[in-house]
């Protein structure tokens, strides 16, 4: 996490360093690590599928919001106001917010405290092996951690549900994988972020606006680490909430 780590308490931090103690060194490279799919080759994009969701039908969909939570969001841990709620509709929940990058989890030459100041060692949700999640390998998106304003877990998310994130002109799908703090909103893994074309660096990287995130209620897949089948029901889960089922 990039500016979202200045909300964690220093009891959170505490913890995450006590966890590094336990990972393997040999944890390098920023591929997929233990416990994480690879990436089948020629299946990073969904272009080229004309039955697939488009950019346009998921943005217009979610144009109008029927607000689930109670209040706002700041995107940013400095930002002066909240100004971002979180949507809903029977299927699916979705926001539009900045996109932060999150490298937590397992360490890699891409994730670690070298290339991000607040790396930390975990991540809320773990691998089919009861590893930390590879940021570097796995496209996940970061939710907000349970609150007064909203609980992801009572809109039917939790770790491995399914997400399609719309930025420009592309279309990404992946999973819920990590919590960040209560009050911030607007963050995805560095491998997510370079699927979509943003800049992963987790300290200089990222997009300032313009990304719309979409969790599908009810759709957690197993393991969680598979690109594969978050990609298949992300995609079918997208045709239903355009209308297209």
Avoid at 29 to 40: C, D, L
Avoid at 151 to 173: E, H, I, M, N, Q
Avoid at 234 to 242: D, I, N, S, T
Wanted: aromatic residues 6%; charged residues 20%.
């Amino acid at each position: 996490m990039r500016t979202h780590m200045l909300a964690l308490t220093s009891a959170a931090c505490g913890a995450a360093l006590l966890a590094a103690a336990t990972l393997p060194a040999s944890a390098t490279g920023p591929g997929p690590g233990g416990g994480q799919e690879p990436e089948p080759a020629g299946t990073t994009a969904v272009e080229g599928d004309t039955a697939a969701a488009t950019a346009a039908e998921l943005l217009a969909r979610a144009r109008a919001c029927s607000r689930i939570s109670k209040g706002a969001y700041r995107t940013d841990s400095g930002s002066p106001k909240a100004t971002v709620p979180v949507c809903g509709t029977q299927d699916a929940v979705f926001w539009k917010a900045d996109m932060d990058i999150d490298c937590d989890g397992r360490r890699t030459k891409a994730c670690n405290r070298k290339t991000d100041p607040y790396f930390l060692p975990e991540t809320a949700f773990r691998s089919s092996r009861g590893e930390p999640l590879d940021s570097a390998a796995l496209p996940h998106v970061v939710v907000p951690g349970p609150s007064k304003v909203w609980d992801y877990r009572k809109s039917g998310l939790t770790g491995g549900s399914v997400v399609a994130v719309v930025y420009r002109d592309r279309v990404r799908y992946g999973v819920i994988g990590d919590t960040g703090p209560t009050g911030i909103i607007g963050e995805a893994s560095y491998a997510m972020a370079r699927t979509l074309g943003i800049d992963p660096d987790p300290s200089t990287g990222g997009a300032e606006s313009g990304v719309v995130y979409i969790a599908f209620k009810n759709s957690r897949i197993s393991p969680i680490e598979s690109r594969a089948r978050a990609r298949s029901r992300g995609a079918e889960l997208a045709r239903e909430f355009v209308g297209r089922s």
